[in-house]
Each structure stands twice: as C-alpha cells, then as structure tokens.
C-alpha cells in the first residue's frame, strides 16, 4: 500500500492499535513479525488476512483450548549448535522440545478442523511434526533441564558410583565429627564444604591435636576448616567422578546438539509458522478485546460505517478500570454512495470531524492488515490502493517550513505518488493562509484527486469548499451535530447539510462584550452573515425534524407492540378454543364408540329376538357411522391446522425466527447466534445448542410469545426441565441395575443437549460399580472416550465420558 507521509501509521493511530496488539502475542519472533506487519492494498491480500482473522475469532469463542501457548526463543541456540562438535546448554534442549511439541500439537488441532477452518489449516501445512527428536530429547533431558541419570550407561554407572562414594564420605565425616564433639575440639558450626571438599571446623587451639588437612581458616581466627585424613582418598575418589561426570555430560550435550544441528532447519520453519498463527492470534484477540468483527469488503467504491467506535478512545477507556470514569464514545454512521468520490464535513471546531475522519483511515488501514474492527459487521469498506493524510501539523524548523510550506509540499508529493483508488484525508483545509487562495489551491487539488477516483474526506471551516462540495456532482456536504439550546457539540455526523462554525454564537455565550460582536458582524458581511444564520436554522429545523422522526420511531414501535400483544391474545384464545373443541371432540368420539358398542350389542340382541325391522338397524347404524365420520373429520381439520403452524423450511434459521430441534419436538425463538452455537428461547427458558441441530419452522413470529404462558414443554417423551443436564451424575450406593439405568437416561439427556464431556461419579469401593458402568459404556456408540478421573477430580471414584 502506498502511503505519505512516513508517520501515516502513527498519525492515524495504527501504531497504538499495533502496541496494544503486541502485548497479546506469546513470543519474540511474533512481536518481530507484527512489527514489520504493512497495511497491503492487494485484494487477494486483505481478502486471505480478514479470513484468517475471522476463523481465529470462531476458535477463540470456541470450548475447546487452542493449544498455542507462549513458546520460547531458541534462535540463538540454532546458530551455536551449526559448529562441527558445539555444545548448547541443557536449557536450550528443553526450550526446543517445546516448540516440538507446541508444532505438533497445533498442527493436530488443524488437521481435524480443516473444513471448519480452511485458511488456518493451510498455515498450518508448514508445521513439521519431529516425533523422533522430541523421543531423543527426553530420554536424556528431564522437563526441568536436567540430564538423566539414564541418558547413558555410562552416566549411570558414574553417578552410581559417585552417589556411593558420597554416601560414604558422610558416614566418614560425621562419625569424624562426632569423635571431636566428644572430645571438645570442634566449634559449634557443623560439617560443610570448602574447595569443593567435605570438612569439619574445629577451635584453632586443637587443630594440632586433630589429624588431617586444613583448607580453610574463619575470619576471626577461632576455628579451622580440617579435612579429615580417613576421608582424604574418599574425596579424591569423588572429585575423580565428577570430573568423569562432567566429560561424560558433555560427550552426550554434543549429540544431543549434532541432532539440533541436523534438524535446525525444520526447527526455525516451525519456529515461523507458529509465529505466523501467534499473529493472527494476537489480531483476533485485540479484536475480542474491541468488541469488534471482520466487516464487509467493499468491491465497490461504496463506503459505509456503521455503529464504528474510534479504536483509540475505545481502548483508552479499557485501561480505566471505573466504568463511572471512562468518556462516553458516540458511535460513528458515515455512508459515501460509489459515486460521491468527496465528503466536505465542516462544524465547529472540537465537534469531532477531526476525529471522525481520523476513525474512517484507521478502520480502513486496520481491515487491510487483516484485524477486525470495533463497528456493525455489515460496514462496508473498499480496498484502497493508499492512503495521504494531511494533518496540517508538520512545521518544521530544521527545514525552514511554515504550516502552509509543509502543506503545499504534502500535496506535491501525493500528486507524484497517489494510484487511483486512494484514500485522501485532509484536515482543517485551506487553514495557515490566506482563506480564498488557500480554498481555491484545496479545491483545485480535491479535484485533481477525484479525477482518479478517490476518496476524499476533507474538515474545514471555510464557505467556498462548503459551496463547492455543495455544486460539484461528485461531493457532498456533511457536519457534526451541534447542540444549539446548550451550544456543545453532540459528536454524531450528519451527511448532506453543511455545518456552521458557530463563532459569534459561541462568544456570545462566552460573554465577549457586545459591542465587539456587533462590529464584527457588519466586518464578516450581510451576504456572509445571512449565509451562516442559513446554514444555523437549517441545522435547527434538522434537529427538529430528527426528534420529530425519533417520536414517531417511538410511537410506531409502541403501537406495533400493542398490535403484536392484541395479535398473540387473539392467536392464545383461537389455541384454547381449539384445545377445548379437541377435547370435547375426543370425548364425543369415545362416547360415540361406547354407544355404538352399545347399540350394536343391543341391536345383536333384537336380532336374536326377531323382534327389530332390518331397515330400522340399517337406519340406526347409519345416523351413528355418520356421526363418527363428522367427529373424526373435525379432528382432522385440527391435526391440518396445528401442522400448517410448524411447516419446517428450507432455509438456514437466523436470530428472530421461530425454530426446532431436530432431534426433539421443542420449539422456540432463536435470540442468539455465535459462531457454531445458538441460544433458544422456550418456555422462559435460554437453551444453549448447536446452531445446526436447528430447522426453521415457518411459524408466524407472533405467536413467538404463546410458549411463555405454559408451565412445562414436552420434548420427546420427557419434560424440557428434564433436558437440563448437570456435569455430572452420582450414583453411589445404588445397586447396579438402578445405576445402568439412571446412566442411561442421563447420557442420553446429555447427547441431545450436545454435552462433550460428563462424569459419573460412582465411588471407588471394590471397584465393582466402576467395572459395571465402564462395560456398559463400552457398548454405546455415543461415548466417543472414557477413562477415569484424575485425582484432582475423583480419581478411581470418577469416570470421565467424552461424547460424540
């Protein structure tokens, strides 16, 4: 991406969003990566990066752990282990063993998610899996850096060896200790160490009387350091060892580097790649941590902010712990159609245009860097192919150059190097000189751009560009909203009206004597003055009209509301009534099947006698088959009704509609979509589920409301309460059928809720409960693992069940 000048990122506020991004990676080399990390303008680019970052967010909001954690640096040790026979120190072997194991571990975690996600698994490819040098290391190292006392035989059988000799020594040298104990001769110090040799203080006076060798005298005098002579070949025999001890360490650092060297390259290359994910990771948490998504790209010159927070201000009131003290942030609505290439935003000064345009170029160099972005996800953004910022603030007396000098000589050097489709954002233009030569060089400039088709966002105060984004066909006026009843300003941008200063409105508030203000309108001019009271009353009658609007909103939502109220009512009676013509229906078909019974019994019997006409039978039974026919046929019509309200459709459910679960009966309104889980309301309940275990029923959405007036909703064959699934279930005490069969139930309530792990707790005993439990779960093609509990969380008395 082009960009001018050199400080874009840091005027734009890139490098503050970088900073707060690298606090959240987990190595070295991912905070080198990040800091080279440039906004790019191709499309394939940005298009790869926000992908990237929109799987990295899914994984984040994911159960299950991401196994990257924070790895080391073992750069250093990759270059000192590429001399022939160099030896790298035992740290450096556990350090590496980790990255081996970190590589592994997140390429498997890609592998089984390729299809979920297809672009990290991709980044993924470039992990090396290095089973055999992880086996290596850890048969000589242990996890805390030490070398194993089997890491060769040949160790082994020294630190036996040494480990004896000790032993022996200390046997020497307290039994040594205690004889000059009994004789009076030692000070009350015990034995210790001096030259690396074992030793006892005795008091000076005796060190005659005391047979063997002194190494060492205190500092007063009193007392010398004697190594006794019985343990003089005892010590030698154990500097002896440890010299051994330490060739042999050395002979099995320089293998253990020789396999380092040889596999230094696949070692950087994961080294790399987890770096490469860190990132994305890094990018997806900030993102989490804005409150922000992915938006939409652009393939249009159409620019449309939505509900967009400023970064910045945003992340500067996460640092504020008090919620009471941290600023109000107005969100940002901004929409430039493909066609209006110029936005002229004027308004007083400290109103936030500054901050406003400021807000479009960092979200815009943000999504092509690949990071999400604090605002509505359906914004629209467009790649642009660079981005020249004019802040107006670069003065320099180094070079000699006025605020106007350093202007002219930013709009030089964007003209050689701006590519169509940039972005342009020019601050308080025309400011630093005179007002009609500097508007007419702006304008003339503004236009130069639009001929390329850029986008332009410009702040001023000055009339003639208001005028000219007001008449070319290209620009268009927009303000930020200014409070007159209070004469503050309201933060929120508005598109079309241009905005005054409010300078005379302002002084006069401030108290500025009047006699000032008078003569300074009659020096600004009738025209001029007529022109800002225009544009003040028009923002006026705007204000009106908008809180007009809003009242209206507010109405038409209220009697929409009550529109929807009276409709449920409606839809709650037609249920009853139907419920209570279903039931007498029923009722009257069951006592029409009792009294056919009846007739025919009573018919059968005359028959018998000979005492009925044949005709008159055939009439009775017809009058009680019809009957029957009519009852049956108004159930019929229910059955139609109630299957008509829940026809399923065909396509996907989103937040509002009415759905049901696939493998059960209740319905409800999905309030929540997150990813690859959903949120059910039913019965006023919140049920949790995966979102492709629903179906969308095309159920008219205002009888969403029925479902709260019952007091239970049937799932199946069972109670929705009894849908509610706890982590675990105890069966303790129970005899082992009534256990299986409480299991049972338990791990099928725990499938259908789409649980992925419980526990049985069954008590430990003589394990024959366990036993029992753990063949039953064998036999289930729903248990996808099961094993029993660590200690921490049961031990023996626990079994975990992980469920497909």
Request: with cysteine; aromatic share 4%; hydrophobic share 35%.
């Amino acid at each position: 991406m082009k960009r001018y000048p050199d400080s874009l990122l840091d005027k734009l506020g890139f490098e503050h969003i970088r900073e707060a991004a690298l606090e959240l990676t987990q190595s070295v080399r991912s905070e080198e990566v990040l800091e080279a990390l440039q906004p790019s303008s191709n499309p394939k680019r940005v298009q790869l990066l926000t992908e990237q970052t929109k799987e990295m967010l899914d994984i984040l909001a994911d159960a299950d752990p991401f196994p990257l954690t924070e790895f080391p640096e073992v750069r250093d040790y990759l270059s000192a282990s590429q001399a022939e026979g160099s030896l790298i120190p035992l740290p450096a072997f556990v350090d590496i063993l980790k990255i081996c194991a970190i590589a592994r571990n997140v390429k498997k975690y890609f592998k089984a998610r390729a299809e979920i996600y297809p672009q990290l698994t991709r980044v993924s490819e470039g992990l090396i899996p290095m089973k055999e040098l992880e086996s290596h290391i850890k048969g000589k190292v242990t996890e805390h850096g030490e070398l194993r006392d089997d890491a060769s035989t040949e160790l082994q059988s020294i630190r036996r060896k040494l480990n004896k000799r000790k032993s022996d020594l200390r046997t020497t040298i307290n039994r040594a200790m205690s004889k000059a104990s009994k004789d009076g001769m030692a000070s009350d110090e015990g034995a210790t160490i001096r030259n690396g040799r074992m030793v006892i203080p005795i008091q000076a006076e005796f060190k005659r009387k005391f047979q063997g060798f002194v190494h060492d005298v205190s500092a007063s005098g009193q007392t010398v350091y004697i190594e006794p002579v019985e343990a003089l070949n005892m010590n030698n025999e154990i500097r002896q060892f440890e010299a051994e001890e330490q060739r042999e360490i050395e002979r099995i650092l320089r293998e253990l580097t020789k396999h380092i060297r040889q596999n230094a390259e696949y070692i950087e290359q994961n080294l790399e790649c987890l770096a490469e994910i860190d990132v994305i990771a890094a990018k997806g948490k900030l993102t989490r941590k804005l409150d922000g998504l992915i938006p939409i790209i652009s393939e249009k010159n159409y620019l449309s902010i939505k509900e967009a927070y400023n970064p910045i201000l945003r992340l500067k009131n996460l640092n504020i712990r008090k919620e009471e003290n941290r600023e109000k942030i107005v969100p940002l609505f901004l929409k430039m159609e493909e066609d209006e290439r110029c936005l002229m935003i004027t308004g007083p000064n400290a109103g936030g245009k500054s901050v406003a345009m400021k807000t479009v170029g960092l979200l815009a160099l943000m999504m092509q860097s690949g990071f999400g972005v604090p605002a509505d996800p359906t914004s629209e953004i467009p790649i642009f192919s660079g981005i020249f910022v004019d802040l107006g603030d670069d003065q320099s007396i180094e070079n000699d150059l006025s605020t106007f000098s350093s202007r002219l000589q930013w709009m030089r050097e964007t003209i050689n190097r701006f590519e169509a489709g940039s972005l342009v954002l020019i601050d308080e233009a025309a400011a630093g000189t005179d007002p009609e030569e500097g508007g007419a060089l702006f304008q003339s400039f503004i236009e130069r751009m639009l001929e390329d088709d850029c986008k332009v966002i410009v702040t001023t105060h000055h009339g003639s560009l208001k005028v000219f984004a007001h008449e070319h066909e290209m620009a268009v006026n927009g303000s930020m909203e200014f409070d007159q009843a209070t004469l503050s300003p309201t933060y929120k941008f508005k598109k079309g009206i241009p905005g005054s200063s409010y300078a005379f409105e302002i002084a006069q508030r401030m108290e500025l004597n009047e006699e000032v203000l008078k003569r300074a309108r009659v020096l600004l001019g009738e025209a001029k003055n007529k022109m800002e009271s225009l544009i003040t009353e028009l923002e006026t009658k705007s204000q009106q009209a908008a809180e007009l609007k809003e009242k209206y909103t507010k109405l038409q939502e209220k009697a929409e509301s009550e529109r929807k109220k009276f409709e449920n009512k409606i839809q709650a009676i037609e249920k009853d009534k139907e419920k209570i013509r279903e039931k007498a229906l029923k009722e009257a078909k069951s006592i029409m099947d009792s009294a056919n019974q009846r007739v025919e019994q009573a018919v059968q019997r005359i028959v018998e006698q000979n005492k009925a006409d044949k005709d008159e039978i055939k009439e009775i039974r017809k009058e009680v088959d019809e009957e029957k026919k009519e009852i049956d046929r108004s159930l019929q019509e229910i059955e139609e009704k109630k299957e008509e309200r829940e026809q399923v459709s065909d396509d996907p459910p989103k937040e509002g509609d009415q759905v049901r679960f696939k493998d059960g009966n209740t319905t409800g309104e999905l309030v929540e979509v997150n990813g690859k889980n959903a949120v059910v309301q039913a019965g006023g309940l919140r049920l949790k589920t995966k979102y492709k275990n629903l179906v969308k029923v095309d159920q008219p959405k205002k009888k969403k409301k029925k479902a709260k007036a019952r007091s239970s909703l049937i799932v199946g064959d069972s109670n929705l309460t009894s849908g509610l699934v706890k982590p675990s279930l105890e069966v303790r005490g129970l005899r082992t059928d009534d256990a299986i069969h409480e299991v049972t139930q338990y791990l099928d309530r725990a499938v259908f809720r789409n649980m992925n792990q419980v526990e049985i707790i069954h008590g430990k005993g003589d394990g024959i409960l366990r036993s029992q439990i753990q063949k039953y779960l064998e036999k289930r093609d729903d248990v996808k693992h099961y094993e029993t509990a660590p200690i921490e969380r049961g031990g023996a008395g626990c079994t975990i069940v992980e469920l497909k």
